[in-house]
């Protein structure tokens, strides 16, 4: 069965220190793609990245980097100097074509920055 | 370029009552996807179009809840005799063509339902 699971619900952290989401997703299958998504207070969901399950290599854009690790089932983000805009809530998610076009979403990590 | 909108933003029904929401995709998106969203969890996948065909529904979508995307372009989900359980934020997410599920897709705002 796919899974995602982010296991930290809240952080804070002060304005500019860096701070890493978690995510460990589960798959049977060699096949899946993964997504961070960002949600602010307004609701909307916005997409920030997404990753083929060949695709190992991390990702940097900006202040936001992507560790994927397969071994380990997990693909991470880190946001390095964080700013009051970055609070949100952030979303990982798996999509597995074995099971059609089904997103399967964590239950996002609630990420404040503290100015 | 327009993204995914939806309408109306805030809903607040008597129990019972019948609802009815409205996507419009990103304009050249043929894929349309239905989702929900309750506080605390991540959006949960409800049914999925490919232009005006619907080709998954998940078990959450009872038979109180119907999807239809006619011509293929914008679409309506409709809650009927709305229960307190279905209070939740409906999002709208849309995808354009490919041969796998690998491409991804942009929410609208979403809709929020509370029934009172």
């Known amino acids: 069965a796919q899974k995602v699971t982010q296991a930290q619900t809240e952080i804070s952290v002060v304005e500019k220190e860096d701070v890493t989401l978690d995510c460990v997703y589960e798959t049977r299958d060699t096949t899946y793609y993964l997504f961070w998504y960002k949600q602010p207070p307004s609701g909307e969901l916005v997409f920030l990245i997404r990753r083929n399950s060949f695709d190992e290599q991390n990702e940097i854009s900006g202040r936001y980097s992507w560790n994927f690790q397969k071994s380990t089932s997990s693909f991470n983000f880190t946001i390095t100097a964080s700013q009051v805009v970055d609070s949100a809530v952030y979303f990982c998610?798996?999509?597995?074509?074995?099971?059609?076009?089904?997103?399967?979403f964590g239950t996002g990590t609630s990420l404040t920055v503290i100015p | 370029d327009t993204g995914v909108s939806q309408d109306p933003r805030h809903k607040i029904t008597k129990r019972g009552q019948n609802v009815t929401f409205r996507c419009d995709p990103i304009s050249e998106h043929n894929r349309l996807y239905w989702y929900r969203q309750t506080l605390g969890q991540g959006p949960e996948f409800l049914t999925y179009f490919q232009n005006e065909a619907q080709l998954e529904k998940s078990r959450l979508l009872s038979d109180r809840f119907s999807a239809e995307r006619p011509k293929g372009s914008f679409s309506t989900l409709e809650i009927q005799r709305t229960e307190q359980g279905d209070s939740a934020m409906y999002l709208c997410?849309?995808?354009?063509?490919?041969?796998?599920?690998?491409?991804?897709?942009?929410f609208g705002e979403g809709s929020w339902l509370t029934v009172v």
């Open positions: 998610a798996l999509s597995d074509p074995n099971t059609g076009n089904q997103f399967y």
């Open positions: 997410a849309s995808s354009a063509a490919g041969g796998y599920s690998g491409n991804t897709i942009y």
